[in-house]
Structures are given as C-alpha cells and as structure tokens.
C-alpha cells in the first residue's frame, strides 16, 4: 500500500475517533443513547475498516499479483461472514440498544466524508 493511501486510511481513523469520543461525552451520559452501545458500534466499524482496507492491501493485492483472483474474493467473502456472524452475537449477548450501535457505526461515514472535504479543500490551497 502507498504512503498516501496509508496516511489517509489513518486519518479517517483517526476523525473516527474523534467523532466517536465527542458523541459519546455529548450524548453517552443521558438516557436517549446507551454510552456502551455507542462505542460498541464505533469499535465494530472501526476495527473493521481498518482491517479491510489493510487487509486488501496486505493479502489480496499480493493474491491478484500471482493470478489467483478467486482465493482473494474467497477470502474477502470469510472475512464479511465472520464480521456478520459477530455482529449477530453482539447483538443476541449483551443486548445492546440498536439506535446507538448504528450512531456508533455510522461515525466512520461521516469520518470518511469529513476526511474527504479536508482532502479537496486542501488541493484547492
């Protein structure tokens, strides 16, 4: 993976993080929006992410490099199931509120857009 490609997957993790921090010291403390589930849904995501986009980069792109396309997809497609499989049992175990773990989960959307505006407001300087 380039460096740029690199400094801007950590960028975007890092406005994750931010985003994630402010909602929860905002929003985490009253009764609308359970603090655990919040976080919840922003570590999901985010450990997701990151894992997708370094693993793209650290396993399939070698794999697509060697012609063997199908294994790559093969285990992209795991890598989803088993994220789902665990999202399910988070959600069947500990019984978090479902409002908050998607406000967690949809900070890297608007981490990645806040990263994205950075990025062309920067270019246009």
Same mark, same amino acid.
Request: proline share 1%.
């Given at each position: 993976?380039?460096?740029? +490609?690199?400094?801007?997957?950590?960028?975007?993790?890092?406005?994750?993080? &931010? %985003?994630?921090?402010? =909602? *929860? !010291? #905002? @929003?985490?403390?009253?009764?609308?929006?359970?603090?655990?589930?919040?976080?919840?849904?922003?570590?999901?995501?985010?450990?997701?992410?990151?894992?997708?986009?370094?693993?793209?980069?650290?396993?399939?792109?070698?794999? +697509?490099?060697?012609?063997?396309?199908?294994?790559?997809?093969?285990?992209? &497609? %795991?890598?989803?199931? =088993? *994220? !789902? #499989? @665990?999202?399910?049992?988070?959600?069947?175990?500990?019984?978090?509120?479902?409002?908050?773990?998607?406000?967690?989960?949809?900070?890297?959307?608007?981490?990645?857009?806040?990263?994205?505006?950075?990025?062309?407001?920067?270019?246009?300087?």
């Amino acid at each position: 993976m380039e460096a740029t +490609a690199r400094n801007t997957i950590l960028r975007i993790e890092c406005w994750h993080a &931010v %985003l994630l921090a402010t =909602l *929860f !010291l #905002a @929003l985490g403390r009253g009764t609308a929006i359970d603090g655990m589930a919040l976080i919840a849904g922003g570590v999901f995501m985010g450990v997701n992410f990151f894992l997708l986009s370094f693993g793209v980069a650290a396993v399939l792109t070698p794999l +697509a490099s060697k012609g063997k396309i199908k294994l790559g997809v093969g285990l992209l &497609v %795991l890598k989803v199931l =088993l *994220f !789902l #499989a @665990l999202l399910m049992m988070v959600f069947f175990r500990f019984k978090f509120d479902a409002i908050s773990f998607a406000l967690g989960f949809s900070t890297l959307i608007v981490a990645i857009v806040v990263e994205a505006v950075r990025k062309s407001l920067a270019v246009e300087n």
